[in-house]
């Protein structure tokens, strides 16, 4: 069906219309190609490396750790990507996403519009032969053994048609078969006799006899070796048990509207009996693996820009366990769902000086969407909060929800508005305007969401952030792109709607296209600027000269098109484009925030309001002719996650110093829940005594060399 509804379009193209939209999805992962790049820079082997030994039960990962590549201690490959932008509405933030791109970012070289074997994740080898907690015992189809996962095609991204299957397969013990060459190095003196003597091309050796290593003979085809060099021969051949998968589950490609009409589920759970029949007693070994695996086909097309990454499926919860039924769907877990809330109306981001002059009340959202979930199988009582802290200042506030029985996930859904409770919990109000510093022309303010349930002995917790930036520029979208949008053909124009409270300077825009195949979207634009009429692009106030798209080095890091005089703009404003040459442009297109309305393109003379739910990667900057951040503000940039430990901690904890450097001028802070400093020293090293503080959820800061480092630890 796409490639039919593709070839109508071409044709339909080219006999009439003066205009029309193209979404699509990436040719390239530019998060998974950064992160490719800094381990090359690093020096570090991103190859895949099998667990030391075989992962004993119970197996789990929900990819709460959304960090490109799946946990290297429980999966084997680096094809899937793991984050919180294409799923929607997942069990908890986060989920392992498949496609048709590979681990370096690109899609596959092998695509085809034919189905083709995409993204994989196998497991790390695992023990079901036996257990060791709380006692040793066998294993066997009597322990019931249940693997369980939740699924979901399309999410943000594109749909996968019915014969894009999601797979999941077993794998079982064959045949003893030839598995490689083994080898072994030893100094070249081993054959000489002194040390003048040389082995030189076509030489024989033979490998020398060891309980390692069955003599077997090497000629030399090429390099001289002399007397202390090393030389590494053949040894015997290695031979293994044969690796052979067999397929115990699959869903066929579908929207993700038609799914969840079917299963009234954004999500879907499936439970997998490990032991179904006789035949499953094969499994029961020391080093079971079960992997996923997609089949993906890419549009088969003359336009470049439609060869792009498609067909997506999110995986998560992933679990497998003994002494499990088919009705064990629940865990004992509350989470939130989604990223977390802008508390701007329209925007993600917003100048600064437009703000303090704007009315609160129209700029701010008097209420937001938090999605909770319990997915236990009874009420919990809960509690929500939220604390707002300015960055490098002192203004800050909180907002305490009070507590709200959460019902079960798999029977309610998240945590609804229909009461006065559960309202304060999933609709809570933004208590508070940001406050008016008119000492600054940025400022920023981290906002962190708590939901938990102290009221058993083992606490349940979960934490979102987010960071409301007042800079220098207008944001709708979140600078993650989930796909491209363009406009055909030449001559096509482009504008994107923004609204002052007060006149400015419009210095530039700010935008991020996706790099795609061959190049292809390298076409000259003049960038565009319109006064406002009745809702609509008016009168032209501005075209600059013939640009391309050009790219920053950094990840998702807009490109600045900065004007040769800043242009004074008040009121509703338009920016955007009219491209030079047929083909799409490819500007970054972030599904998750619906901005439709204020997208418009023209055809035949007329402009038209998008029909595609999103947000482009466009940004006019206003006001300071310098493209400003949160680096302006503080130059310290958070870079990632401490490892801490023990966790939860007690009398102390320490730093796992494998990932960051400390020396004398590194400081270490810890926050309560509210924000509130509890702890700060200078030049930590190892052990951080802890044991002043009463016991609680803190935050661990850590900077060192300009670069921030967080984590979360419970002192119990």
């Not at 989930?482 to 300077?505: H, N, R």
């Not at 200078?682 to 900077?703: E, Q, S």
Request: charged share 20%; glycine share 6%; aromatic share 16%.
């Amino acid at each position: 069906m796409r490639r039919a509804a593709i070839l109508v379009f071409l044709l339909t193209a080219l006999v009439y219309l003066n205009g029309q939209e193209i979404i699509t999805g990436l040719q390239f992962n530019e998060a998974i190609r950064h992160h490719v790049k800094e381990l090359k820079e690093k020096g570090i082997d991103k190859k895949t490396t099998s667990a030391a030994q075989a992962l004993e039960l119970p197996f789990f990962d929900d990819f709460s750790n959304y960090n490109i590549y799946p946990d290297q201690n429980l999966w084997i490959g680096k094809s899937v990507f793991v984050s919180k932008d294409f799923p929607m509405f997942p069990t908890n933030a986060g989920a392992a996403t498949f496609d048709a791109i590979d681990e370096k970012g690109a899609v596959y070289l092998d695509a085809t519009w034919i189905p083709f074997k995409a993204d994989e994740m196998t497991s790390q080898p695992i023990r079901l032969d036996s257990v060791f907690s709380p006692v040793i015992k066998e294993l066997s189809p009597g322990d019931s053994l249940y693997l369980s996962f939740y699924y979901q095609p399309q999410g943000a991204g594109d749909e996968p048609e019915s014969w894009d299957t999601l797979v999941l397969e077993f794998a079982q013990r064959g045949d003893t078969v030839f598995s490689r060459i083994d080898s072994i190095t030893v100094p070249a003196y081993y054959w000489l006799e002194n040390v003048n003597d040389t082995i030189k091309p076509l030489d024989t050796l033979w490998a020398p006899a060891s309980e390692a290593c069955d003599p077997d003979i090497y000629m030399i085809s090429r390099n001289f070796y002399t007397w202390d060099d090393l030389v590494t021969v053949p040894c015997d051949s290695v031979f293994g048990p044969d690796t052979i998968w067999k397929q115990k589950w699959y869903s066929e490609g579908m929207k993700l509207s038609e799914f969840q009409d079917k299963y009234n589920r954004d999500f879907v759970q499936v439970m997998i009996p490990i032991y179904s029949d006789p035949a499953d007693s094969i499994y029961f070994y020391d080093s079971f693996q079960f992997r996923f695996r997609n089949y993906a086909s890419i549009a088969n097309s003359i336009i470049p820009s439609w060869k792009s990454n498609c067909d997506f499926w999110s995986v998560d919860y992933v679990y497998l366990n003994y002494n499990r039924n088919a009705g064990d769907t629940t865990y004992r877990d509350i989470t939130f769902s989604q990223r977390a809330p802008s508390f701007l109306k329209d925007y993600q981001a917003m100048p600064y000086k437009q703000y303090r002059a704007g009315s609160t009340v129209s700029l701010l959202k008097s209420r937001f969407n938090m999605y909770m979930a319990n997915l236990d199988n009874q009420e919990h009582n809960t509690s929500y909060e939220y604390h707002v802290q300015q960055i490098n200042g002192d203004f800050g506030y909180s907002y305490y929800g009070g507590v709200c029985n959460l019902p079960p996930f798999d029977l309610f859904g998240f945590q609804n508005c229909n009461s006065s409770c559960g309202a304060a919990h999933a609709c809570p109000p933004v208590n508070s305007a940001f406050n008016f510093d008119f000492s600054r022309d940025t400022t920023s303010y981290i906002i962190k969401h708590y939901i938990s349930d102290s009221s058993e002995t083992d606490i349940l917790i979960d934490s979102l952030t987010f960071t409301q930036g007042f800079y220098n520029y207008f944001a709708y979208d979140d600078g993650t792109p989930e796909l491209g949008y363009g406009i055909e053909p030449a001559g096509g124009l482009l504008a994107y709607q923004f609204d002052l409270t007060l006149p400015d300077t419009l210095q530039g825009i700010q935008m991020y296209f996706n790099k795609t195949l061959n190049s292809s979207n390298e076409i000259f634009f003049n960038i565009k600027v319109w006064r406002d009429n009745n809702g609509v692009p008016g009168e032209e106030i501005f075209s600059s000269e013939s640009v391309k798209p050009k790219w920053s080095d950094h990840l998702y890091e807009f490109y600045p098109y900065m004007f040769e005089e800043p242009l004074i703009v008040t009121g509703t404003f338009y920016v955007g484009w009219q491209q030079q040459a047929s083909g799409s442009l490819n500007i970054g297109f972030d599904a998750n925030h619906d901005n439709k309305d204020k997208i418009f393109y023209k055809a035949q003379d007329v402009w038209y309001n998008s029909v595609f739910p999103g947000s482009l990667l466009i940004r006019p900057i206003i006001g300071k002719d310098l493209v400003l951040g949160e680096d302006e503000i503080d130059n310290t940039k958070t870079v990632g996650r401490l490892v801490l430990y023990p966790n939860p901690a007690f009398e102390y904890f320490t730093i796992d110093q494998s990932a960051i450097s400390l020396d004398s001028q590194s400081q270490l802070s810890i926050y309560n829940l509210y924000g509130g400093l509890v702890h700060r020293q200078m030049g930590v090293r190892g052990k951080v005594n802890v044991a002043h503080l009463t016991k609680g959820m803190y935050i661990v800061r850590v900077k060192s060399d300009h670069k921030l480092y967080t984590a979360k630890i419970l002192i119990n």
